[in-house]
């Protein structure tokens, strides 16, 4: 399927994706739990080239919830080593292509080797353009918008904003995402139907897709049957 941007229409500026699915995509291939986390960061590879040959300029992905560190202990080992594989495998390719990394969550929370990789993504790639890859890491939205709180409490005891200041744009620079766009098209893979604790204050007038569809299976296809869903939308913000 072409990628044309005449047949597409208006590309999403910014596109947000909860990657949901890779232990049900094992289950169902009688393989075990990990086969299904690799094939799933496999398709992350594929939807930042996908995003970025379409002109999309923002792409976050939730990768790591606050909520991930109740599984069990070998998973979450697996998908710390597996995420600090990602990394320095693609790293290289990414900063060649013009990609910046950001990412969002308490990433002092990571293991120190996958920390410090990610780390080095972020540093190494803060100078790029062309697509913003915005990894949310260890994040939870609520805990997001609690930390923005206790920020703003602590510059108005410095005396450092006023009271009248504070409002709904300008309550955004306390977010993790505050240097970005509100996202225009949120997609959620596996058939939940549900935020679980994503970007509860940046998706307040974006437009959701869901599909049944398991994250290892989302490909080109897919991602332009969510666009041109978005394309059919009348986004109204309220009116």
């Not at 049900?24 to 960061?41: I, L, S």
């Not at 939807?47 to 002109?55: Q, R, S, T, W, Y």
């Not at 709904?168 to 959620?188: A, C, G, N, Q, V």
Request: proline fraction near 3%; include cysteine.
């Amino acid at each position: 399927m072409s990628l044309d941007k005449e047949l597409l229409g208006i590309i999403p500026q910014h596109i947000a994706v909860i990657m949901d699915g890779n232990r049900r995509w094992a289950r169902q291939k009688n393989m075990p739990t990990k086969m299904g986390h690799r094939e799933g960061a496999l398709r992350v590879t594929d939807l930042v080239k996908n995003c970025a040959d379409l002109g999309v300029k923002y792409l976050t992905v939730y990768a790591f919830s606050t909520e991930n560190w109740k599984r069990d202990k070998k998973e979450i080992d697996y998908l710390m080593n597996l995420l600090m594989e990602f990394v320095v495998k693609e790293l290289n390719n990414l900063h060649k292509n013009d990609v910046k990394i950001t990412i969002m969550g308490n990433i002092e929370d990571l293991p120190e080797k996958t920390r410090k990789e990610v780390e080095h993504s972020v540093e190494l790639t803060k100078n790029n353009k062309t697509l913003h890859l915005n990894i949310a890491l260890s994040y939870g939205s609520r805990n997001e918008i609690i930390r923005g709180i206790k920020n703003i409490i602590k510059e108005y005891e410095n005396n450092k904003i006023n009271i009248d200041e504070i409002n709904e744009e300008s309550f955004k620079k306390y977010l993790f995402t505050k240097d970005m766009p509100d996202p225009d098209l949120l997609i959620r893979t596996s058939g939940e139907l549900r935020l679980s604790n994503f970007l509860l204050y940046q998706l307040a007038y974006t437009e959701f897709y869901f599909t049944d569809t398991l994250w290892p299976d989302f490909n080109k296809a897919e991602l332009i049957k969510a666009i041109k869903s978005f394309q059919h939308r009348k986004r109204r913000y309220g009116n």
